[in-house]
């Protein structure tokens, strides 16, 4: 039998971990995007570092993402 509590965990962190930032939406809005979808993950205080690292992945710009790695 499977646990809905880490059914629900899987799924909502294969959510968070999929989301890039979508064609012709702004920065601004692809964050908040993530950070709605992390609230649900249980990352603790891993928290801000994984958001942090689904943006350099998940944005398009990659001048921003190269500067971003720098």
């Given at each position: 039998m499977f646990c809905v509590g880490e059914t629900n965990d899987i799924y909502k962190r294969y959510q968070f971990n999929k989301r890039d930032q979508e064609s012709g939406k702004s920065i601004d809005s692809y964050v908040a995007s993530l950070r709605t979808l992390?609230?649900?993950?249980?990352?603790?205080?891993?928290?801000?570092?994984?958001?942090?690292?689904?943006?350099?992945?998940?944005?398009?710009?990659?001048?921003?993402?190269?500067r971003l790695l720098q």
């Open positions: 992390a609230k649900t993950c249980n990352y603790g205080s891993l928290l801000d570092s994984l958001i942090r690292d689904r943006i350099v992945v998940g944005i398009r710009d990659n001048g921003t993402r190269k």
